[in-house]
């Protein structure tokens, strides 16, 4: 190398012919003559000599071509290899890439509040979390894609209600949101490659959206995948915790410094922090719904589960229904809006925390009952005579065990256990206080008259139970299907029988004598309604809800507007979680006249916080004027717009019609016939 660059100063800087180089340098004329041929410094290359894979490379080419990600040790094994494996290898590797089919890689661009890339890290430190036990405990990490800022805290499980409360956490400390929060398939999160309706429902409420990673895509999250690490090597050696409230303090003492650091080739998180905050979506003035709750009623020993860990409760409520709801610092449980215990978690597994006070009133409970009920305990029931039966109504109690005689005689029952007989006066006077008991009064209409038949015709005692219970199963079956009809709220009462298919010659006749089956209720599926004004829409949607109701389905109708108005009406008085749950007691909602009025934020937000409520819990049927492409105008967000849209059409029939608004086709009948000199009566 160094005679090369020295022939070339001599010869072209100096002026020297290659005879005087020869002589001063010592070199061959041939040598001289190629380094000043030659544009690029010598490069020593050894010969190939022959491979042992050569003779067999024919036969791997053959099955790369057949199997290009075939192993290379089952190559090995099919060619019959039998000497080194490394040889093999590395001629492998040169092949496959020819027989390979190219998965390129689009590279993703960060915009300012763009997205938010979350993942959970598991640091290899057990953290004491008391009672003696030490545990491996999930991190949150989240990461904004274009400024890099990254922030994480420790939460006590990969519960979807943990996860949910620590996003919120850090979410809130940022001060507002990224149109995208990305993460891979956690089983809380999109583990069944849907978004779960908590998720959901937890990025309505921030006008956001959970987006989920594709399958075998390691760059759509690489970012915070390498954060991971980053804390793994840098936050984590030389560090001990007492627990995991130590550990979230250390860390987030600890992050500005990260966030301040230089990133290879980008700079500092921190400096670009104020941009991408600028791009990002405000956060709204209701905090949206995390941490895990559930509802039980108290059981005797007056103990609630949560997360394995067991909590005492007020025993004074035992036996009444209980809301438990855990955060990732308290566990309160609620008894008709009352709190009834207050405790610190415990992170702990298979733990019993337990309130003194508790116990205390658990054991002068008895004593309060007594003072309560303002009698000894041993002392009898006021009502009851001693020996006797209950007296009032109850002592009517004896007769129920008597049955009808259809041989013995008009008017007596004998008692099947030997008991006395029941005139048939003493039957005219229990019937009235049974069937008021029983809450059956079709029964206390036709009791008597079907037992005339019964004797006439000779019927068993089966048979006249069985003909007593139809009738009276018959009438409340048609009572409920007037009070379902009647909280419904419809318009006005229309059936499909009454809809003239023939001016509808696009509806698919199959789908909708399906649909009137009502079968899409008990699956949840939702049913949407699309055509320009007047084809007959909402009466679709009225004679569907009808259906449903005969069908013993609760139904609600009201439309967009009404809904919203609702909605909003709940959220000011800061009731909306329970609006929400309360209207999933309605197995269909219908949403009428989409479309016709657009919507602000506040109002599309809560629309879809509506929708995502019922994604998979209850159906929805829509009637709307407007095509999916244009709903972005209705909801004022394309974004808002694309997700409810992707909830309601997952598991949907959606009917199009067409045509002419049947107002329109009566007022031109209606002007014809005046025309013709006719009148219409």
């Avoid at 380094?35 to 050894?46: I, N, V, W």
């Avoid at 093999?88 to 998965?103: F, G, H, T, W």
């Avoid at 008391?130 to 991190?139: E, M, N, S, T």
């Avoid at 009698?375 to 004896?398: C, D, E």
């Amino acid at each position: 190398m160094e005679d090369w660059a020295e022939i070339r100063r001599l010869h072209r800087a100096e002026g020297m012919p290659i005879k005087e180089i020869v002589r001063t340098r010592g070199l061959a004329r041939n040598t001289v003559r190629a380094a000043l041929a030659s544009d690029r410094p010598p490069k020593y290359e050894r010969p190939r000599k022959g491979s042992l894979v050569d003779a067999v490379e024919p036969e791997v080419r053959r099955l790369l071509h057949s199997t290009p990600d075939m192993p290379a040790t089952v190559i090995a094994e099919r060619i019959g290899w039998e000497h080194s494996i490394t040889i093999l290898k590395d001629r492998i590797r040169e092949l496959r890439p020819l027989y390979a089919d190219l998965d390129p890689a689009d590279r993703l661009v960060h915009t300012p509040g763009k997205a938010t890339q979350c993942d959970l890290w598991f640091p290899a430190t057990s953290i004491p979390v008391g009672f003696g036990q030490a545990l491996v405990l999930p991190v949150l990490v989240m990461t904004l894609t274009y400024s890099k800022v990254m922030s994480a805290v420790m939460i006590p499980s990969r519960q979807g209600g943990d996860i949910l409360a620590g996003m919120w956490q850090l979410i809130a400390a940022l001060g507002a949101v990224t149109k995208r929060l990305v993460w891979d398939r956690e089983s809380a999160i999109g583990g069944t490659g849907r978004v779960s309706a908590p998720a959901a429902a937890f990025a309505g409420t921030l006008a956001t959206k959970v987006q989920l990673a594709p399958a075998r895509g390691p760059e759509f999250k690489g970012m915070v995948e390498r954060n991971n690490g980053y804390l793994e090597t840098s936050f984590l050696p030389g560090r001990t915790f007492s627990g995991p409230a130590d550990f979230n303090e250390q860390l987030t003492t600890w992050l500005p410094r990260a966030n301040a650091r230089v990133v290879r080739g980008f700079g500092r998180p921190v400096d670009a922090f104020p941009t991408d905050r600028a791009a990002m979506i405000a956060l709204p003035p209701v905090a949206p719904v995390t941490g895990m709750r559930t509802r039980v009623r108290l059981a005797r020993d007056y103990y609630v589960r949560m997360d394995s860990v067991d909590y005492s409760v007020d025993p004074r409520v035992i036996g009444r229904l209980v809301d438990v709801e855990a955060s990732l610092g308290r566990v309160r449980v609620t008894c008709a809006g009352q709190v009834v215990a207050d405790h610190e978690r415990c992170w702990a597994d298979r733990v019993t925390v337990t309130d003194p006070k508790h116990v205390a009133i658990a054991k002068q409970l008895p004593c309060c009952l007594c003072r309560r009920s303002g009698r000894p305990r041993s002392a009898p029931h006021p009502r009851r005579r001693a020996g006797g039966p209950v007296a009032g109504p109850a002592g009517l109690r004896p007769a129920l065990r008597t049955g009808l005689s259809g041989r013995g005689g008009r008017g007596r029952v004998g008692d099947r256990d030997g008991g006395r007989a029941v005139s048939a006066t003493e039957l005219t006077t229990m019937m009235p206080y049974l069937v008021r008991a029983l809450k059956t009064p079709t029964i206390g209409r036709i009791w008597q008259t079907l037992a005339d038949q019964a004797r006439q015709e000779g019927w068993t005692h089966e048979e006249y139970l069985a003909a007593v219970l139809q009738r009276q199963l018959a009438d409340r079956e048609a009572s409920g299907t007037a009070l379902r009809i009647a909280g419904a709220h419809f318009p006005a009462i229309k059936t499909l029988e009454d809809f003239n298919l023939d001016q509808q010659p696009v509806l698919r006749r199959d789908i909708l004598a399906h649909l009137a089956t009502a079968t899409f209720v008990p699956k949840a599926e939702n049913v949407l309604l699309l055509g320009p004004p007047g084809v007959g829409k909402t009466h679709l949607a009225i004679g569907l809800g009808i259906k449903a109701c005969h069908a013993g389905h609760p139904v609600a109708f009201a439309t967009a507007t009404a809904w919203v108005a609702r909605l909003a009406g709940a959220h000011s008085a800061g009731r909306l979680e329970e609006e929400l749950k309360r209207l999933r007691r309605y197995r269909v909602l219908i949403i009428d006249e989409i479309g016709y009025l657009p919507f602000d934020a506040d109002a599309a937000n809560l629309f879809f916080q509506l929708i995502a409520n019922r994604y998979e819990q209850g159906s929805v049927l829509i009637t709307s004027n407007m095509p999916f492409s244009r709903w972005g105008e209705i909801f004022s967000d394309d974004i808002i717009a694309a997700a409810m849209i992707d909830r309601l059409v997952h598991h949907a029939e959606v009917l199009s019609l067409a045509g002419d608004s049947y107002r329109t086709r009566a007022r031109r009948a209606l002007l014809n016939n005046a025309g013709n000199g006719t009148t219409t009566t």
